[in-house]
């Protein structure tokens, strides 16, 4: 235990005085010691004349090389605008027929109704339903022909700027 009666004393830290020529807020200057970079001189040394042919014909290859990746690139751009283009056309087609489709089978579909609406007997209704699902077989069947045309011709018009691309490409190989 500590002694009461004993009080540790710290000693106690002078304030710094303020000098009368310079304000209170400014803070003494500090200079950073000067220390001067060392300058090392390079060896004047010639390159030899083999390793500058070397360097001068690596720089023309690159350059070359370069040329005919962007040249690729470009036909390869060039190819892909030309297969979207395609592509986008044909899904459009596609869609206008599946459009016709649906609208010529909504219509007899409505024609049917209308008919059946008028109908006196249910023989006459068996007859009509029956007329129209014979005709509807021969039509949806026509139009699945239609639609697979379609589909067959995007896919060939699409597939064309491909292969045509995949050709210059080996040429240029």
Partial sequence: M???????????????????????????????????????????????????EFAEKGIAQAKENYEKVKSVTEQATEMLEDTYATASKGYSDYGLKLIECARANSNAAFDLYGELLSAKSYAEVVELTTAYARAQFDTMTGQCKEL?????????????????????????A
């Fill in 148 to 172: 697979t045309e379609t589909a067959q011709k995007v896919a060939t018009e699409t597939a064309e700027p491909i292969k045509e691309g995949f050709a210059s490409f080996g040429k240029a």
């Fill in 2 to 52: 500590a002694d009461p009666t004993t009080t540790s004393a710290t000693p106690k830290m002078k304030k710094p005085v303020a000098s009368v020529s310079a304000p209170a807020f400014e803070t003494p200057k500090f200079e950073m010691p000067k220390f001067e970079i060392p300058k090392f001189e390079m060896p004047s040394m010639e390159m030899p004349v083999a390793f500058r």
